[in-house]
């Protein structure tokens, strides 16, 4: 879509049936990036990147344009994703100029749409776009977009919540709607099914180094192991894929773990409790242990 259109109709177009509106992506970070892979992979070339650096790096679709200024990419297009750090969003979005009927959405899962505000006052609709997927490797990011999730907030029947539906279908991505003011708690459970999995290996693998192994080897041995955790969980929920001594009521076992981890030092053992008791509940919830087994395991990890 030529962004020059009527503006009141860049969005109402409903994308749907109508004309895609010009998407443009300020910040070319790693997200930026990702999206810029994946929407390219669907036939949807970004209309402009709004940068503050004047070339691309490696990695970036041969057809991105080149970066302008951010201003210039916000006024090339109907629909802006705001892909700048989570403290810079209110910030950037004060300092763009913004025009009514163009959009404007940031890709965080835990700031609130509210700090759009400066766009919102100009008269841009303001929403969020936040794609449920670890960005470190952009590449790896932009292949496992497709199946993964998106939390949509945007005025409800509005213009842009279709927009952003359309555009999380052209993505391959399964859309949410955030209810208002659950983003904080919304995003520490991205947190756990995510960065919070890395203190559990990182302590599996220290353990293992008290004897020798190195963290390489510790994680080309235990990685599968995790994944067959996470293909359970899929395939039999929560409880259904719960395994291992705590699992079967084997409290000498759960014995002997406490018994070498406090050779280690407290902090040891103290992780393992605070693990182990939720899984005696799941154990529990699934049928595996009886109240007897319940008792004389949390007894044994007070
Ligand atoms: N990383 C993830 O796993 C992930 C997952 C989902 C959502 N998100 C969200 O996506 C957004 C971007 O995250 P990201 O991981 O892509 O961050 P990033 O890799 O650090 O990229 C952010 C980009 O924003 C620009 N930028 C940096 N500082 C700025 C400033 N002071 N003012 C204006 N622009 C600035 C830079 O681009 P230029 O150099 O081109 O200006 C930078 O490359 C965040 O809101 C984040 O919460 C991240």
Redesign the pocket.
Known sequence: MNASLPLSSELSTGWPDGERPAIAL????????ALAIALERCGVAVAA?????SALGPGWPESCPQ?IC?QAAVDAAALVL????????A??AEALHWRPGQAVV??????EVAALAGAARAGAATGGF???????DPLR?ADRLAGSTVAIEAEAGSALERTLQTLARVLGLRPIVLPPGMRARYHVAAGYA?SFLLPVLAEAAGLWKTFGVDEAEALAALLPLARGTLDAVEGRGLAGAVSGPIARGDDGVVGAHLAALAAIGPAAGDFYRRLARPQVALAHEAGRLDAAAVARLRARLE
């Open positions: 300020v910040g070319a970070g790693r997200v930026a990036q990147i709004g940068s503050r650096r970066p951010p705001l892909t700048v750090p989570d403290d810079h969003i910030a950037c940031h890709c965080s899962g835990a700031t936040h794609p449920l997927q670890i960005f470190s990011a995510a």
